[in-house]
C-alpha cells in the first residue's frame, strides 16, 4: 500500500489520512489513455492505479463525453485531422477569392477535406480507418 501511495503521490494525487484521494484531471487522462493501449484491460489499468475498475469506466466516460482531455498521442503514431461532417446539400458558396488548396477524400456519402499541408502519413491512417471495417 506504501509503494501504491508513493506512486499516486509522485503523479500529484492528494491522498487524505481519511483515505480519500483527489485526483488531479491530467492523472485520470493518463490512466484512461492507458486502457486504450493495445492488449492494456480496464481492470488491469485499475489495479495498477489502485481504483476500481467502475471508477476508471467513469473517467473513460468523460473523455467520451469530452470532458476529459486526453494527452497526445506518441510521436510516431498516426495522427487524425480534425473531421467535420455536414449535411451534403449546404455546399459552401464560391468566392472571387483565390481557391485554396484542398485534399478530398470521398468514400460514398462520407467527405473530408484536409489542408494542402497535411503529412502524407496522416492522410494515408485516414485512409486506413476508413477501409477498416464498421464496430
Not at 8 to 21: D, F, K, N, P, T
Not at 86 to 97: F, G, I, K, Q
Request: aromatic content about 4%; hydrophobic content about 40%; glycine content about 6%.
Amino acid at each position: 500500500m506504501c509503494a501504491t501511495n508513493s506512486f499516486l503521490r509522485s503523479l500529484g494525487v492528494e491522498i487524505y489520512g481519511s483515505g480519500h484521494r483527489r485526483w488531479p484531471d491530467d492523472v485520470k487522462a493518463r490512466a484512461v489513455a492507458e486502457t486504450l493501449e493495445p492488449g492494456a484491460t480496464v481492470n488491469a489499468i485499475a489495479e495498477r492505479y489502485d481504483i476500481r475498475p467502475n471508477q476508471l469506466s467513469a473517467w473513460r466516460r468523460l473523455a467520451k463525453q469530452g470532458q476529459l482531455v486526453l494527452p497526445p498521442a506518441e510521436l510516431g503514431e498516426p495522427v487524425f485531422a480534425p473531421l467535420v461532417i455536414c449535411d451534403p446539400t449546404e455546399t459552401p458558396e464560391l468566392s472571387d477569392a483565390k481557391p485554396q488548396q484542398v485534399i478530398r477524400i470521398v468514400k460514398g456519402t462520407t467527405r473530408i477535406e484536409l489542408s494542402s499541408d497535411t503529412s502524407a502519413g496522416q492522410i494515408a491512417a485516414i485512409v486506413r480507418a476508413l477501409e477498416a471495417p464498421a464496430c
